[in-house]
C-alpha cells in the first residue's frame, strides 16, 4: 500500500500529462439517464465508455453487499487504482452516480444531469426501487446531493448541470456535450 507522501510525489506528474482527447464525467442520481447519454455520445464519438458500477464488478472492486439499498458497497480505491491508467490516456466517458471520490485531475469536464422528482419517481419505479433506497434517490435529486458533490470537488468552469426530463433534453444535450468536445480538440491541437 503507498503512503500519502508517495502519493504526492505522484500527483504534480500527472497533470503534465498531454492527452489526446477529453476525459468527460457524465454523473447524476440514478434514473436521470446518465447511461443512455453515455452510450449515444461513445457511439457518435468513438470515445470509451466507462460504466463505473460495470468495470467494478468485473474487476471485483466491490466490498460487502449492502442489505438496505440491496447493491454492493464500491471499493473506490481499488477501482480508482485499476482506471489511472485508462484515464491518462483520455478519451473516456466516465458514468457514475457519485463523483466526489474522482480525482479532478482525471476530467476536463463534468456534466451533471437533473431531472423532476415525478419523472425520476416513475423511473426508478420502473427499476424496481422500493422502500428506502428509492425514498433516498428521490431525496439526493430534491436535495441536489450529487450536483453539491460536484460542485465540492471540481473547479467551478469544469461543471456544467444539463435538464434529463424528455427526449428532447437527450438531444440537446448531445449537442452540448459534442459541441464542446469540437470546442476541446479544437483549444488542444498539437
Known amino acids: 500500500m503507498e503512503s500519502e507522501e508517495d502519493d504526492m510525489d505522484c500527483a504534480p506528474v500527472v497533470p503534465n500529462i498531454k492527452r489526446d482527447a477529453p476525459n468527460i464525467l457524465i454523473t447524476g442520481t440514478p434514473g436521470v439517464g446518465k447511461s443512455t ?23 471485483n472492486c466491490l466490498e460487502e453487499y449492502d442489505e438496505v439499498y440491496q447493491c454492493p458497497v464500491l471499493d473506490e480505491d481499488k477501482l480508482m487504482d485499476g482506471l489511472e491508467e485508462t484515464m491518462c490516456q483520455g478519451g473516456n466517458i466516465v458514468d457514475y452516480h457519485s463523483c466526489e471520490f474522482f480525482p479532478e485531475r482525471w476530467f476536463d469536464v463534468v456534466f451533471v444531469l437533473r431531472t423532476d422528482n415525478t419523472t425520476l419517481y416513475d423511473r426508478l419505479i420502473k427499476r424496481g426501487y422500493a422502500g428506502k433506497k428509492l425514498e433516498d434517490n428521490v431525496d439526493c435529486e430534491i436535495f441536489q446531493v450529487v450536483l453539491d458533490e460536484a460542485k465540492n470537488s471540481y473547479k467551478e468552469n469544469l461543471i456544467h448541470e444539463l435538464s434529463s426530463v424528455t427526449p428532447e433534453n437527450l438531444e440537446q444535450n ?13 483549444n488542444n491541437q498539437t
Open 37 to 59: 447519454l453515455c452510450k449515444k455520445v461513445a457511439e457518435t464519438t468513438g470515445m470509451n465508455w466507462l460504466e463505473i458500477s460495470k468495470i467494478a464488478k468485473e474487476n
Open 174 to 186: 448531445l449537442e452540448k456535450i459534442y459541441l464542446w468536445i469540437q470546442h476541446w480538440f479544437e
